[in-house]
């Protein structure tokens, strides 16, 4: 009996109903799909068309065993115990093991693919490797903790407002992993073994890909799955937000201080409910009464103007009943029709549908691009499901927990889409959650409603750390935290500080918060309508603060060639802004785990103050030449050293 066989380029494996196809995609790279019963399925969910070198590959093939070389990686499949299961593995271009899949374990009768079939056809899927020890792992998107390894850790393969799950890793024994499919479930890095579990799925596909350093795999990821655009000029400088700018004299007074004050502005934004109701996709014309106007004395002043959208239809829309009508909204599989009751009830937008994609852009472009505003603030991307219950809902590609983590790609995509087809040469659109893939669509993430306090700005770090490692090189965070902070308390006027100095490192500079108290908003009938926060301008927080602000915001400036170079590296290669100190050293142990300081670019080594009081830190400095880019100071790294952090600067360091 034959096994293993060969057609063209792939190695195929097939026992007792189930078919595994190995496939060459892209330089040194392959993707592996599994399917019980049923043909193999070519979804694209994140991966784009392969371009390989026919020279790189070799394949043998044996009756019980089989192997596909593709550059510097070799997939092994063979049969494994009495059961003759196919067990995979994967190997270097010197032989050394990458990746294998757990053994049968004899008596057991394990397999490492387990199809648990469903009522309807699909099946629940756990797909378990073996642990390595001294595995590190760095990836993975952009989760709310501490971490930068996630080495014996389980993390949920699910969006939530400030969690964006992004399933590709960078192992540190050269290999990186992306787990195609969007679907619901979580992966366990243990110590023994690492499982990928999805509730529902049709088959199983990942793609593998071997590097010597970390910035080899980020390039074969990119390759495989999209290159960002080039950051447009407005991107590299300063972006002034808040919670909101309710109408349009007040956005115009704010922009007209900052020139005043010849404060470098790149960008300001227009927030939330700016509109009559959700899923209108218009300016509320009591408020914003001449929107062209607007934006033209904005752009006489340099200023690029973005816009929220949210991916809400409230049921009071103007558009609803069309759009429900046409099929063009997701739909709760039983009972009410309702995905968010905020303000008002309303049912989101069904991204993975081509006909809602293109009626909602045709909507924003009308009244939003053809005024020319460049740049959309695509708001409750995960979507923010007022339970995240998504088994409820169903889209045009299938039931949530099927496809539900793709919608933030899907709504990236339709604007990017949309803005290309207008003329645009790079759009970038600011978007709350991503997906695989999302980067070639212009997605610059940021990381979420998060709380105004020391815990949650140290957790940012680690963020964006992790999503720069999967594969998400635009990302920023709202400086100063989103809920609660007071611009009169002295205490967060020092977390705001700490957070913009911060921000300057960071591949987009946004300052934007709800400040307290909240300031109630009324039409001129007496109507109230929603809230604005408190100010968040960088005058608003005190005469101590304000020269420290502005010394950032000009220093920002004074990046724009380096940041414009990071960008194009970006770009071009796929390599983060923000990378951890294992990505820029990996020889070097000792910065595996380092998650308080982090290399911005090839060249900066930042180390921001994250704890409240603290006014010098401890630093690492990996062997080489650095200099204090506030001191001038040369010093010779190898070692750790303990320098000033004056409230008026943080730690940063050149590399010579």
Same mark, same amino acid.
């Given at each position: 009996?034959?096994?293993?066989?060969?057609?063209?380029?792939?190695? %195929?494996?097939?026992?007792?109903?189930?078919?595994?196809?190995?496939?060459?995609?892209?330089?040194?790279?392959?993707?592996?799909?599994?399917?019980?019963?049923a043909? %193999?399925?070519?979804?694209?969910?994140?991966?784009?068309?392969?371009?390989t070198?026919? &020279?790189?590959?070799?394949?043998?093939?044996?009756?019980?065993?089989? !192997?596909?070389?593709?550059?510097?990686?070799?997939?092994?499949?063979?049969?494994?115990?009495?059961?003759k299961n196919?067990?995979?593995?994967?190997?270097?271009?010197?032989?050394?093991?990458?990746?294998?899949?757990?053994?049968?374990?004899?008596?057991?009768?394990?397999?490492?693919?387990?199809? =648990?079939?469903?009522?309807?056809?699909?099946?629940?899927?756990?797909?378990?490797?073996?642990?390595?020890?001294?595995?590190?792992?760095?990836?993975?998107?952009?989760?709310?903790?501490?971490?930068?390894?996630?080495?014996?850790? !389980?993390?949920?393969?699910?969006?939530?407002?400030?969690?964006?799950?992004?399933?590709?890793?960078?192992?540190?024994?050269?290999?990186?992993?992306?787990?195609?499919?969007?679907?619901?479930?979580?992966?366990?890095f243990?110590?023994?073994?690492?499982?990928?579990?999805?509730d529902?799925?049709?088959?199983m596909?990942?793609?593998?890909?071997?590097?010597?350093?970390?910035a080899?795999?980020?390039?074969?990821?990119?390759?495989?799955?999209?290159? #960002?655009?080039?950051?447009?000029?407005?991107?590299?400088?300063?972006?002034?937000?808040?919670?909101?700018?309710? @109408?349009?004299?007040?956005?115009?007074?704010v922009?007209?201080?900052?020139?005043?004050?010849?404060?470098?502005?790149?960008?300001?934004?227009?927030?939330?409910?700016?509109?009559?109701?959700?899923?209108?996709?218009?300016?509320?014309?009591?408020? +914003?009464?001449d929107?062209?106007a607007?934006?033209?004395?904005?752009?006489?002043?340099?200023?690029?103007l973005?816009? &929220?959208?949210?991916?809400?239809?409230?049921?009071?829309?103007?558009?609803?009943?069309?759009?429900?009508?046409?099929? *063009?909204?997701?739909?709760?599989?039983?009972?009410?029709?309702v995905?968010?009751?905020? #303000?008002?009830?309303?049912?989101?937008?069904?991204?993975?549908?081509?006909?809602?994609?293109?009626?909602?852009?045709d909507?924003?472009?009308? @009244?939003?691009?053809?005024?020319? %505003?460049r740049? +959309?603030?695509?708001?409750?991307?995960e979507?923010?499901?007022?339970?995240?219950?998504?088994?409820?809902?169903?889209?045009?590609?299938?039931?949530?927990?099927l496809v539900?983590?793709?919608?933030? =790609?899907?709504?990236?995509?339709?604007?990017?889409?949309?803005?290309?087809?207008?003329? =645009?040469?790079d759009?970038?659109?600011?978007?709350?959650?991503?997906?695989?893939?999302?980067?070639?669509?212009?997605?610059?993430?940021? &990381?979420?409603?998060?709380?105004?306090?020391?815990?949650?700005?140290?957790?940012?770090?680690?963020?964006?750390?992790?999503?720069?490692?999967?594969?998400?090189?635009?990302?920023t965070?709202? %400086?100063?935290?989103?809920?609660?902070?007071?611009?009169?308390?002295?205490?967060?006027?020092?977390?705001?500080?700490?957070?913009?100095?911060?921000?300057?490192?960071?591949? #987009?500079?946004? *300052?934007?918060?709800?400040?307290?108290?909240?300031?109630?908003?009324?039409?001129?009938?007496?109507?109230?309508?929603?809230?604005?926060? &408190?100010?968040?301008?960088?005058?608003?927080?005190?005469?101590?603060?304000?020269?420290?602000?502005?010394?950032?915001?000009?220093?920002?400036?004074?990046?724009?060639?380096?940041?414009?170079?990071?960008?194009?590296?970006?770009?071009?290669?796929?390599?983060?802004?923000?990378?951890?100190?294992?990505?820029?050293?990996?020889?070097?142990?000792?910065?595996?785990?380092?998650?308080?300081?982090?290399?911005?670019?090839?060249?900066?080594?930042?180390?921001?103050?994250?704890? $409240?009081?603290?006014?010098?830190?401890?630093?690492? *400095?990996?062997?080489?030449?650095?200099?204090?880019?506030?001191?001038?100071?040369?010093?010779?790294?190898?070692?750790?050293?303990?320098? $000033?952090?004056?409230?008026?600067?943080?730690?940063?360091?050149?590399?010579l």
């Amino acid at each position: 009996m034959e096994y293993v066989t060969r057609d063209g380029n792939e190695l %195929i494996f097939r026992n007792n109903g189930e078919t595994i196809v190995i496939t060459p995609w892209g330089r040194d790279s392959l993707r592996v799909r599994a399917a019980l019963m049923a043909e %193999i399925r070519d979804d694209r969910f994140a991966l784009l068309p392969a371009e390989t070198d026919d &020279s790189e590959i070799e394949i043998n093939v044996s009756s019980e065993r089989g !192997t596909v070389r593709n550059g510097k990686i070799t997939a092994v499949v063979e049969t494994d115990g009495w059961k003759k299961n196919g067990r995979l593995s994967f190997y270097d271009e010197k032989g050394g093991l990458l990746l294998r899949e757990t053994d049968g374990g004899n008596a057991l009768a394990l397999t490492p693919r387990e199809y =648990q079939p469903l009522t309807g056809g699909d099946f629940a899927l756990n797909v378990t490797f073996e642990g390595r020890d001294g595995e590190r792992l760095y990836g993975m998107g952009q989760y709310q903790e501490e971490q930068v390894d996630w080495k014996g850790c !389980t993390l949920e393969l699910k969006h939530r407002n400030s969690q964006a799950s992004v399933p590709f890793v960078i192992s540190s024994k050269g290999y990186g992993f992306l787990w195609h499919n969007p679907a619901l479930g979580y992966v366990s890095f243990g110590r023994n073994r690492t499982t990928w579990h999805v509730d529902a799925t049709r088959q199983m596909d990942y793609w593998i890909t071997a590097g010597d350093r970390p910035a080899d795999i980020s390039r074969n990821y990119a390759d495989a799955t999209g290159h #960002v655009p080039m950051m447009p000029e407005y991107g590299l400088g300063f972006w002034q937000c808040k919670l909101r700018y309710w @109408n349009q004299e007040q956005l115009l007074e704010v922009a007209r201080e900052y020139k005043r004050r010849g404060l470098p502005i790149d960008v300001i934004v227009i927030d939330f409910f700016h509109w009559p109701h959700m899923g209108d996709y218009r300016f509320d014309p009591e408020f +914003f009464p001449d929107p062209a106007a607007m934006v033209r004395e904005l752009k006489d002043m340099g200023i690029e103007l973005m816009v &929220s959208v949210w991916p809400q239809v409230a049921l009071t829309s103007e558009n609803y009943e069309e759009m429900k009508q046409q099929g *063009l909204l997701m739909r709760a599989d039983y009972g009410e029709q309702v995905g968010m009751r905020f #303000v008002e009830d309303s049912m989101f937008w069904d991204a993975t549908n081509p006909r809602a994609r293109a009626y909602v852009w045709d909507k924003c472009k009308k @009244n939003y691009y053809d005024y020319g %505003i460049r740049i +959309f603030w695509l708001d409750e991307a995960e979507p923010e499901l007022g339970t995240y219950d998504f088994r409820h809902y169903r889209f045009q590609a299938g039931n949530g927990q099927l496809v539900g983590n793709i919608y933030p =790609q899907m709504y990236s995509r339709a604007f990017y889409e949309g803005m290309k087809d207008a003329g =645009q040469e790079d759009p970038v659109n600011l978007v709350r959650c991503a997906w695989a893939g999302s980067q070639r669509y212009g997605a610059l993430v940021w &990381s979420g409603d998060i709380m105004s306090d020391w815990t949650y700005f140290r957790r940012q770090l680690s963020a964006g750390l992790s999503m720069g490692a999967a594969g998400i090189p635009w990302w920023t965070t709202d %400086i100063g935290g989103f809920h609660a902070g007071d611009p009169k308390k002295p205490e967060f006027r020092e977390l705001l500080v700490r957070w913009f100095q911060w921000g300057c490192y960071c591949p #987009v500079m946004r *300052l934007h918060g709800d400040r307290s108290p909240s300031v109630p908003v009324y039409r001129k009938d007496g109507t109230r309508v929603l809230n604005s926060g &408190s100010e968040n301008e960088v005058w608003s927080f005190g005469e101590e603060a304000y020269p420290i602000l502005e010394k950032y915001i000009k220093r920002r400036e004074e990046l724009r060639p380096y940041v414009r170079e990071l960008m194009r590296e970006a770009h071009e290669n796929g390599t983060p802004l923000l990378r951890g100190m294992y990505y820029e050293f990996p020889e070097d142990p000792a910065c595996d785990l380092l998650k308080d300081q982090y290399m911005f670019g090839s060249r900066l080594l930042v180390a921001p103050v994250m704890e $409240p009081g603290v006014r010098e830190r401890s630093v690492y *400095l990996p062997e080489g030449k650095w200099k204090n880019v506030d001191t001038g100071e040369g010093l010779t790294g190898g070692c750790r050293v303990t320098v $000033p952090a004056p409230l008026t600067c943080i730690p940063v360091f050149e590399k010579l």
